[in-house]
């Protein structure tokens, strides 16, 4: 039998049983066969390629205001980056709103570069055409938190508010497919043809998926992709309206995710497949 | 000449401070090589009549990639007084993907990653004192059928 | 202009492990943009490393080489402090050269 012509053909879980029915031991999973190109592909991150480019573009004047984003306040004071990522999202009085890091940087890229707010967010997801300046962005204040812990704090009523509804929405089902975030990430053990799923309703799971998952440098897309665009991208998968970029319910799950994340050690841009 | 082809003549224009170390250095681009679009061809233009099998070449990928555009391949040959390593993707439209010679204090090791378009096996060619070896891994490639 | 290259050069007993990761679009010539129209080949074809200002590493690629390619060398009787220059050039004649120290691994 010539595997290699029908592997190229034959999707992921057929795979699963051609390799298994192939001259290695029949109890062979398919991570086993997976896991050095995981390691292998861990082992030097093209993210880090991002977080370098995002460096350089905090600190450039640019933008019809010919300005940096040393003023822009994450949470932590004008400019400071270091620990932003591990209590976002929150609330900002100046927006009198909760935003997460990429609606927080899309405020000071409108208000201190003068960029219009329809731009930054027809960019917001890189192509192989064109590089996103967000992608970039969130990977370079991302990776500022590496080695501190997530510590998202609901002090302020509209942060609860947030959690709630992040919180409501995770296990709501609707759409056509009747499907809600647990569908796929309320058990262990399972995967999307060879993608391991997490657990979200373990908290280690969930300390893991947001405190080393995302911004990631996705080998398919040869890009980072940010938790924005993994959320755009579950809503897809079950068939719901897309999710608007920076939208309430985008920060609501968000702040849902990043607080039940508290006490998960930040590496990050994290890679995958 | 153990630097590629080119090398003997740039030497001397080195030497003269004509040109930088790391510009001399470089070999001409094999373009015959990398426009086979069969194996046997992409290892004749290597220079190789023949290349022996060899237990000698180490080649690690991964036996499954779940992505045919990163594919990461590391040889490692210990076979003594090795010049290059040259890295074939045997069923890629142009399987020649990438040769590495190598000078003074480099060891004998090459890693980069490759694009795959299907399941296919991975020849690894080694130069070693003029002489060709080779060794092959197979390694599947998931997205391509089903993305 | 090309994006400066992030390189790791940690020393682990008398070997320097150079790790390099580049910013580049390495088109294969095959692929059409969002237009529908063919994107031309633009790929590193050559790819150089020097210890100390000795050569080193001599890579010829083509375009099967992955996006924002990644490769490593290995250099025996490196020391920390020793100087690693990095250089390629693509097929439109772009070209990109950084530089790193070895450090303790």
């Known amino acids: 039998m010539n595997l290699s012509s029908r592997a190229a053909a034959i999707c992921a879980f057929a795979l699963a049983l051609a390799t298994g029915s192939g001259p290695v031991t029949a109890q062979s999973k398919p991570e086993d066969g997976l896991a050095l190109g995981r390691k292998m592909l861990a082992e030097d991150n093209p993210g880090d390629l991002w977080v370098e480019r995002g460096q350089r573009l905090f600190t450039a004047k640019r933008g019809p205001k010919n300005?940096?984003?040393e003023k822009c306040d994450l949470g932590m004071g004008p400019g400071v980056v270091k620990g932003a990522f591990a209590q976002l999202p929150r609330y900002f009085a100046d927006t009198d709103k909760v935003q997460d890091l990429e609606s927080r940087l899309l405020t000071c890229m409108v208000e201190?570069?003068?960029f219009k707010r329809e731009d930054i967010i027809r960019?917001?997801?890189?192509?192989?055409?064109?590089?996103?300046d967000m992608e970039a962005l969130v990977s370079y204040v991302g990776a500022a938190s590496n080695g501190l812990r997530m510590n998202v704090r609901l002090t302020h009523a509209k942060e609860r508010e947030m959690y709630k509804a992040g919180e409501y929405a995770f296990y709501r089902r609707s759409g056509?497919?009747?499907?809600?975030?647990v569908t796929c990430h309320g058990e262990s053990g399972k995967r999307i043809r060879l993608?391991?799923?997490?657990?979200?309703?373990?908290?280690?799971?969930?300390?893991?998926?947001v405190a080393t998952g995302w911004p990631a440098y996705r080998g398919t897309h040869s890009t980072v992709r940010t938790m924005q665009h993994r959320l755009y991208d579950c809503f897809w998968q079950m068939r719901l309206p897309d999710l608007g970029f920076a939208s309430d319910l985008s920060v609501a799950l968000t702040a849902y995710l990043n607080y039940s994340a508290n006490g998960g050690e930040i590496k990050l841009p994290g890679v995958r497949r | 000449m153990k630097f590629g082809g080119s090398a003997g003549a740039l030497v001397t224009l080195a030497a003269a401070g004509l040109l930088k170390t790391s510009q001399a250095a470089a070999a001409v681009w094999n373009k015959a090589g990398f426009e086979s679009k069969g194996v046997a061809d992409a290892v004749k233009s290597l220079g190789a009549s023949a290349a022996a099998d060899s237990r000698d070449i180490v080649i690690t990928a991964p036996d499954i990639a779940e992505n045919g555009a990163v594919v990461p391949i590391e040889v490692v040959s210990r076979i003594p007084n090795t010049q290059s390593i040259s890295i074939i993707a045997e069923k890629n439209p142009f399987p020649l993907a990438a040769t590495v010679d190598f000078a003074n204090s480099a060891e004998p090791y090459a890693y980069v990653r490759i694009k795959m378009g299907q399941t296919s096996n991975v020849r690894a060619v080694v130069k070693a004192d003029g002489k060709f070896f080779s060794a092959v891994k197979e390694v599947k490639i998931t997205v391509g059928g089903c993305g | 202009m090309a994006e400066p290259m992030k390189i790791r050069a940690l020393l682990k007993g008398d070997v320097a492990d150079i790790r390099v990761l580049v910013a580049h679009s390495m088109e294969t010539g095959q692929r059409r943009d969002a237009a529908g129209n063919l994107v031309a080949a633009h790929f590193i074809h050559s790819m150089?490393?020097?210890?100390?200002?000795?050569?080193?590493?001599?890579?010829?690629?083509?375009?099967?080489?992955?996006?924002?390619?990644?490769?490593?060398?290995?250099?025996k009787g490196a020391r920390v402090g020793d100087k690693v220059v990095v250089s390629w050039t693509d097929n439109?004649?772009?070209?990109?050269?950084?530089?790193?120290?070895?450090?303790?691994?």
């Open chain 1, 67 to 69: 300005a940096s984003l």
């Open chain 1, 112 to 114: 201190l570069q003068g």
């Open chain 1, 123 to 132: 960019t917001r997801f890189g192509t192989l055409d064109r590089d996103s």
């Open chain 1, 176 to 181: 056509p497919l009747d499907f809600a975030c």
């Open chain 1, 195 to 209: 993608q391991d799923l997490p657990n979200m309703t373990k908290a280690e799971e969930m300390r893991e998926v």
């Open chain 3, 48 to 75: 150089t490393v020097t210890h100390n200002g000795k050569p080193v590493y001599d890579g010829q690629w083509s375009q099967a080489v992955s996006r924002n390619p990644v490769f490593a060398v290995r250099i």
């Open chain 3, 92 to 105: 439109k004649n772009d070209k990109r050269t950084d530089e790193v120290s070895v450090a303790a691994g």
